[in-house]
């Protein structure tokens, strides 16, 4: 049985954090929509068959999200600003002014569900990754968009605040979940797609923004990320 039966769209599923929630959804046996920049980049990682599940654009254009999250009743985002890409927008407009208007767009549709992974410090304004932008500051008013809209009877929100991203696979790590922002250390990809996964249906994750890291760097192999969800 599935642990949720609704289709979800996952937003910015070509990076490297949102490809391994692409790989997560499809373990789990969840249905999904695409939403990238580039349909030929989806097509290459993912190949041909994801084709019918494409949905082209941006969170910088609001006629675009609306065909995006139409039908869809969660939304997974991995969507990040470029901060060392000069021609990439302004982390002013992915990180704030990009994820209140997808936000609005998909509270709009009925979407029910909107997870969203963001980073540890935000809401430490002398952080140095705040020289590229006020890249942590805006995704501080990214997140307090979302809280807002999708607080109330009918919808709920999830944001997942990573330490620093390490490319390796799941379920190899012990984790540790805090919320407060008090915390730093690093954490596999995977394992941050993997909680976001769990979130579409973990009571514990409703309503939450929380901190992940590793525990450790020694291996733990487990079966479920589940039971870290009990430190929230």
């Known amino acids: 049985m599935k642990p949720y039966s609704e289709t979800v769209l996952v937003a910015g599923a070509t990076g490297r954090t949102g490809q391994w929630i692409v790989r997560r959804l499809l373990a789990h046996g969840i249905d999904f929509r695409l939403f990238v920049r580039s349909g030929t980049k989806a097509i290459e990682l993912f190949g041909p068959e994801c084709v019918d599940s494409l949905a082209i654009g941006s969170i910088e254009n609001a006629f675009e999200i609306d ?31 990009g994820m209140k208007r997808f936000a609005e767009a998909a509270r709009n549709a009925g979407v029910a569900k909107f997870i969203q992974v963001t980073s540890l410090a935000v809401t430490r304004p002398e952080h140095p990754l705040n020289k590229y932008g006020d890249v942590l500051n805006m995704k501080l008013l990214g997140e307090n968009a979302i809280r807002s809209l999708y607080s109330g009877s009918g919808f709920s929100h999830t944001i997942l605040r990573p330490g620093g991203l390490l490319d390796g696979v799941p379920f190899r790590h012990e984790l540790l979940f805090d919320k407060g922002d008090t915390i730093t250390g690093t954490i596999d990809r995977s394992d941050v797609a993997e909680a976001a996964v769990i979130s579409l249906w973990h009571p514990k994750a409703c309503n939450q923004t929380f901190e992940l890291i590793k525990a450790s760097d020694a291996e733990l192999p487990q079966q479920s990320l589940e039971p870290f969800f009990d430190q929230l």
């Open 67 to 97: 065909a995006a999250v139409k039908g869809c009743s969660a939304v997974i985002s991995a969507i990040g600003a470029y901060v060392t890409d000069p021609d990439a927008p302004p982390p002013s407009a992915i990180e704030r002014d």
